[in-house]
């Protein structure tokens, strides 16, 4: 393939990927989101935090034909009695048909594989909430964690550290049965002397080509020493991130 993949960071763990006739974006909370109006447009969230999802997805310019890859954790549906109550103002109403629309939403959980917009997917499960994502966009595989990680706080007791690794390995493995060609892993800062461990399992148990660093709000520094750690010591090509609209160029 001689097309150009682009890649821009938007905030935390959102990004957009643009590659040939589709634009995807992912874990949209904040930053400059400007969408094309020439390619396909499909929204995946990895689950409701804040800091991966924001309503503003459903009602935005350029939105009226997305499509969009939730997990099911996103926007419950409430019940009230005997009645499907979908919000109780109007705003919220015209969100949540949207967020309804079959025709346009693909509602998930862990451990599905389906096609939808023309994209395979599978999904895996966190170690936080939601989901993590394998999708296929023209062959190329791409892996976005979510909130997949070793999240060893140091707050944690020694069990319950040891249990989180455990649990994110468990997953690791899991995905680790299909080739990687770029991935997004969790590099968080708050978790301190451990917040280096859970890439490190990453590019270690699913050998990426490309490795994106996100979740690390506004501490994009770390990408930078986690890459003069590390990229010696794997084949993937570790990707440093330094601010909010960085762009990575890939030859897909």
């Not at 706080?153 to 690791?172: C, G, H, M, N």
């Amino acid at each position: 393939m001689s097309s150009l993949i682009t890649i821009q960071y938007l905030y935390n763990s959102g990004f957009t990927i643009s590659y040939k006739d589709t634009f995807l974006v992912i874990d949209y909370w904040k930053g400059d989101l400007v969408l094309p109006t020439d390619k396909k447009i499909l929204f995946i969230v990895t689950h409701a935090h804040a800091d991966h999802y924001n309503p503003a997805i459903f009602t935005m310019p350029g939105t009226e034909n997305a499509r969009y890859v939730l997990s099911n954790d996103v926007e419950r549906i409430e019940k009230d009695g005997k009645c499907l109550v979908l919000s109780r103002s109007t705003a919220q109403t015209r969100i949540r048909k949207i967020v309804y629309d079959p025709q346009r939403t693909h509602r998930t959980g862990p451990n599905a594989v389906f096609r939808f917009g023309d994209i395979d997917f599978h999904t895996y499960g966190s170690t936080d909430q939601g989901i993590s994502v394998l999708f296929t966009l023209h062959s190329v595989n791409f892996f976005h964690a979510g909130d997949l990680n070793a999240w060893k706080w140091p707050s944690f007791t020694e069990a319950e550290q040891k249990q989180e690794v455990r649990d994110y390995l468990r997953i690791l493995e899991e995905v680790s049965l299909n080739p990687i060609d770029i991935g997004f892993g969790v590099l968080d800062p708050r978790l301190g002397e451990n917040a280096m461990l859970g890439p490190s399992y990453y590019l270690k148990r699913l050998h990426p080509q490309i490795f994106i660093p996100m979740h690390f709000r506004d501490e994009p520094e770390i990408s930078n020493a986690f890459y003069n750690r590390y990229q010696g010591h794997t084949e993937s090509r570790i990707q440093t991130i330094q601010k909010s609209g960085d762009k990575i160029i890939v030859q897909g």
